[in-house]
Each structure stands twice: as C-alpha cells, then as structure tokens.
Nanobody, 123 residues
C-alpha cells in the first residue's frame, strides 16, 4: 500500500515557476513508476509527466515539454514536478500517481493517487 500527498501548489503569475512535491509512504515507492496529472475545471484529467523507478526515463505531454521537469528522490520517497514559464492554461488541480507499470501510469490507470494540489496561474 502506498499513500501519496502532494504539496507546493499555489497562485503564481504567468511566466513564473512552482515546484510540486509528492511524498509517498510505503517501502515500495522506489520500485514504482510515478506520474503527474492535472485536471482543469470542466476538463478530463490529463497526463503531464512520468518517471520510471530509477529516474532513468522520463515522459512528458507535448503541452509541457521544455517547461516542466519531473524528478524523484528515492531516499526521500518523493517525486517532484518543477514547472517553469507557467501559463494561465496550466491552471488545474495537479495529482501524483504511482504504479508498478509505466503503461498504467501514462494511461491514467495507476493504482495509487494523491488528493491533489491546486495550481492557479494568473495572466
């Protein structure tokens, strides 16, 4: 069993930066692929980024490539999402997710999800 708790959301002006954190409990974190998703008002939850268990591979949605960076620290059981050059369209609730299988994370079918953290980007 893994519990995920996101933090770091907030209000930022367009062009600014935020770093989200997702702290995980459980001894199996280091073996999990982790991902970030977001859901804007009135829209479906969408994939943002994913990182494999050892950080060796990362994946990004086209909309965030070059602006967002996913990373992890297995010693701290934490995954991060560094968000730069933020745009108003990045406004959403951001969720982290974890699963043993990369394809399940990318497909939004991960076993474990956090409660979300709000990111609001003003223009």
């Amino acid at each position: 069993q893994v519990q995920l708790v996101e933090s770091g959301g907030g209000l930022v002006q367009a062009g600014g930066s935020l770093r989200l954190s997702c702290a995980a409990s459980g001894r199996t974190f280091s073996s999990y692929t982790m991902g970030w998703f977001r859901q804007a008002p009135g829209k479906e939850r969408a994939f943002v980024a994913a990182i494999t268990w050892n950080g060796g591979s990362t994946y990004y949605a086209d909309s965030v490539k070059g602006r967002f960076t996913i990373s992890r620290d297995n010693a701290k059981n934490t995954v991060y999402l560094q968000m730069n050059s933020l745009k108003p369209e990045d406004t959403a609730v951001y969720y982290c997710a974890g699963d043993s299988f990369l394809n399940r994370v990318v497909a939004g079918k991960a076993d474990y999800w956090g409660q979300g953290t709000q990111v609001t980007v003003s223009s």
